[in-house]
């Protein structure tokens, strides 16, 4: 597994963060670093939004619909989100969630406490939206963690061990203004 590292910074450049083992996935990087700089608006952030947003350690690769309308990270337990703000700051988190596995649960933490825990249900894998999450962020890094209860599998068309999923992920401020989404 290559975790995905990269940051978001108000002027919407895309910045590495670590240098990465494989040099597939480096290029890969530096192709989405490149893309961003030249579809700036694309990628969500601002002087009103979080200072940067890093997608941390605990995810696969990103991976988008053949459609390229949508995206999602898969995780084998757990992942991470990072985002930095300026000020003290309250951004609803809006997308989707799935897992490989059912029932599940996960639990979304804020800085080590407890934000929600999602229960997944049903017959089959799907994505599905998870109600809007309202976080308090305080200045400066804030640590936002998907951990799954039930283990990481593999299923007969992908070797990776896979346990959940996020997609579409938004951050909004209170007026509703979308402050960051990939798209």
């Known amino acids: 597994m290559f975790p995905v590292y990269f940051a978001l910074s108000n002027n919407n450049k895309l910045q590495e963060n670590k240098t990465l083992s494989s040099g597939f996935y480096r290029y890969s990087l530096y192709f989405l670093m490149a893309f961003a700089l030249a579809f700036p608006a694309c990628f969500g952030g601002g002087s009103d939004g979080p200072k940067n947003i890093v997608l941390g350690p605990g995810w696969h690769n990103l991976e988008r619909s053949p459609d ?6 898969w995780t084998k337990d757990k992942g991470q989100i990072v985002v930095e703000v300026d000020t003290d700051v309250t951004l609803t988190m809006r997308g989707g969630v799935g897992s490989i596995q059912l029932p599940n ?3 979304v933490t804020l ?28 200045v400066g890094r804030n640590i936002i963690e998907f951990t ?27 007026d509703g203004k979308v402050v960051f989404a990939l798209q």
């Open 105 to 107: 649960k996960i639990e």
């Open 148 to 174: 799954s209860a039930n283990k990481a599998t593999t299923i007969p068309t992908d070797t990776r061990e896979l346990a959940i999923a996020i997609d579409d992920i938004s951050l909004t401020a209170g």
């Open 68 to 73: 390229g309308k949508n995206w999602w990270l």
């Open 111 to 138: 800085n080590g406490q407890k934000a929600a825990t999602w229960e997944i249900g049903g017959d089959k894998y799907e994505q599905k939206p998870f109600q809007p999450l309202p976080l308090n962020l305080k």
